[in-house]
């Protein structure tokens, strides 16, 4: 994905001194094994190096717990340490659990993998009868659905699971069904809506009872926005310019069983050791053997896998069920990552090798998770040292440097010396899609602006009537360089009737925002003048008001209610790009009423009694 849209976004793929004790001292570490002998340091060094506030790192061996510790920063600004218990987002590696739930559900027969969505949800309407008949649970547990990310639709305008759910009948997939493996979150709300309407139960308590409380995760939970004051929860940062900021938390409630899980590292020892283990934790199961065996196991292709020149040893991408696979130095690796505002994760194990790690980190779109993870990985199966902190950042700054040192072509797509064809204030209006939500465009001080339910964006001119949107949000990547356009398209009126967003999903083609009517406050006593019958080509047109709203009856056709905009102008609120306006007198009598169509205007003259 490209960085300028998704870095922010909850669940990417991949993934001085900032230490929480003064300089000089050492904090004691609660293992022993020689094999993590100067961790601290090396920890340090790779927070310090990324510009990152700090993590919470967990690892386990067998039915041992080696480590489970806090490095750096929870709250950068007031230096609180990050403990063993510091809570964190964990984004993404919330789809593991929310697999898992189902699998339990599976193995207790209530439902099957390969069973029809459905089945479960009757009411469920998608975009095509491809996807509403054939799509199966175990498609949307492996992201083989045909549906691209629609990752904006819930992230610029959040709602309710239950409205999440009826949005999805407005995205139109990429791919065919089963064609090719692609990334999305939707596919985990419907898992969390079927548990729900399974065991009566929310999401969130099933996740509680079937995990948390067994595992003995006494301070996991799925708001850290609303934790106590004095809570040893994480802040978020983003790095810019080589400098810690803060970022606020996203609250993802309705999108929850993509990504809401909270939790600390050694809460999130217990879970790791829990696959490490096969489905049990101190002689108790809690996941089947069998299900552990097909959730670690390819489902999709994820791509082609084979080796690249600069990690050779790394091969093989599958995606089981809420994980991913690939073979590491002939060592069969299991993980996940994790990305919402300010927080970064990877919860990593291998099977074969009975070792399990998890990192997490209080930075945006950060790779201290898979650095970190990767270095102990590396002690642990007794691999030859290689630096990949130092690796990373050398081929980070090379490309930063190659950037910086070429020529930035021209954008020949961009027509110089053009304006837009309306006034800006034109513009303005309410924009809806009904899978993406609502965009309110105004003008601010000869400026055009945008804003969605979570962000407002600045529009700045491209060309004619598009623009190029730039968030005006702390840690959103997405500025003068970002590849989204937005489109304003008029209607035969010349009236601008639709914004197209080009990029803000882009496997698909456009996302159409329609421009809405925003009714002007009347009084039924206001509307009263209106009402009549009015006569053309000997046809009686009859207004007159319906439970206080204005409506239109023409013979032959349906009563069309109508939305006032001003100016003795209302739109009908069934056919888009229709009004009527009323002609008044001197004494404010409406006298005729204009049909104003795509197909050109229509007059009624007022018929007297």
């Known amino acids: 994905m490209q960085k300028l849209v998704y870095a922010f976004l909850l669940l990417l793929l991949v ?3 900032l230490a929480a004790q003064k300089p000089g001292k050492t904090r004691p570490q609660n293992n022993s094994d020689q094999r993590l002998a100067g961790l601290d340091t090396m920890i340090r060094r790779v927070l310090n190096d990324w510009h990152a506030a700090g993590c919470g790192v967990a690892v386990v061996e067998k039915g041992k717990v080696l480590l489970a510790e806090g490095y750096g920063f929870r709250d950068y600004e007031n230096k609180l340490p990050v403990t063993p218990n510091t809570i964190f987002q964990i984004g993404s590696s919330t789809k593991a659990f929310t697999c898992a739930l189902l699998g339990i559900l599976a193995d207790d027969k209530q439902l099957d993998f390969d069973e029809k969505v459905h089945t479960y949800l009757p009411d469920l309407r998608l975009y095509n009868d491809e996807l509403n008949t054939f799509l199966t649970l175990r498609d949307i547990m492996c992201h083989r659905s045909g549906l691209p990310r629609h990752d904006m639709a819930w992230y610029l305008n959040p709602t309710t699971r239950d409205s999440f759910v009826y949005r999805m009948r407005y995205f139109e997939p990429s791919a065919g069904l089963r064609e090719q493996w692609q990334y999305n979150n939707y596919g985990f709300l419907l898992q969390g809506a079927i548990a729900e309407k399974l065991t009566k139960k929310s999401w969130e308590d099933n996740i509680r ?33 080589s400098t810690i900021r803060y970022m606020d938390y996203y609250r993802i409630e309705g999108m929850g069983p993509a990504g809401s899980i909270c939790a600390g590292a050694a809460d999130m020892a217990n879970w790791v050791a829990l696959w490490v283990n096969g489905g049990k934790l101190q002689g108790k199961e809690v996941l089947s053997g069998s299900y552990i065996q097909q959730a670690i196991s390819p489902q999709m292709v994820m791509g082609g896998g084979a080796p690249e020149p600069e990690n050779p040893n790394v091969f ?22 994790g990305n919402i505002n300010g927080f970064s994760a990877n919860v990593c194990f291998f099977p074969s090798d009975s070792i399990g790690v998890v990192v997490l980190v209080n930075q945006n779109g950060s790779l201290v998770p898979s650095i970190v993870r990767n270095l102990i990985a590396d002690r642990l199966l007794g691999l030859p040292y290689h630096n990949w902190n130092a690796d990373l950042l050398a081929r980070m700054q090379k490309q930063k440097a190659a950037i910086e040192g070429q020529e930035q072509p021209q954008d020949l797509a961009r027509k110089t010396g053009t304006s837009p064809t309306l006034p800006l204030q034109q513009y303005a209006g309410l924009y809806e899609h009904p899978g993406y939500g609502s965009m309110v ?35 959103m990547d997405m500025e003068e360089d970002s590849p989204i356009r937005l489109q304003f398209v008029s209607d035969l ?42 006569n053309i080509a000997g046809a009686d047109i009859k207004v007159f008001l319906k439970k206080e709203v204005l409506t239109v009856f023409v013979p032959g056709q349906p009563e069309y209610e109508t939305v006032p905009v001003g100016n003795h102008e209302f739109k009908l609120k069934v056919l ?25 205007t229509f007059r009624a003259a007022r018929k007297e009694k």
């Open 316 to 337: 093989f991408s599958s995606y089981g069920l809420g994980w991913m696979l690939a073979s590491y130095y002939g060592h069969y690796r299991v993980e996940h990552g």
């Open 441 to 475: 465009v105004s003008v601010s001080n000869d400026s055009l602006f945008a804003q969605s339910a979570y962000v407002r964006f600045y529009l700045q001119h491209y060309h004619y009537d598009v623009f190029r949107p730039i968030a005006l949000l702390e840690g």
């Open 493 to 534: 009126k010349g009236e601008p009737a639709e914004l197209r967003a080009f990029g803000l999903e882009p496997s698909v083609e456009s996302i159409i925002f329609k421009r809405k009517a925003v009714a002007v406050d009347m009084a039924s006593g206001e509307l009263e003048k209106y009402c009549g019958q009015y």
């Open 576 to 600: 888009d790009g229709y009004s009527v306006r009323f002609e008044m007198d001197a004494s404010e009598k409406a006298v005729a009423v204009n049909f104003i169509q795509p197909n050109g």
């Open 15 to 17: 993934a001085g001194s």
């Open 209 to 241: 009872e079937r995990f948390f409380q067994p595992l003995g995760m006494k301070t996991a939970m799925f708001d850290i926005w609303n934790a106590p004051a004095g809570a040893d929860v994480a802040k978020g940062y983003y790095e810019k310019d």
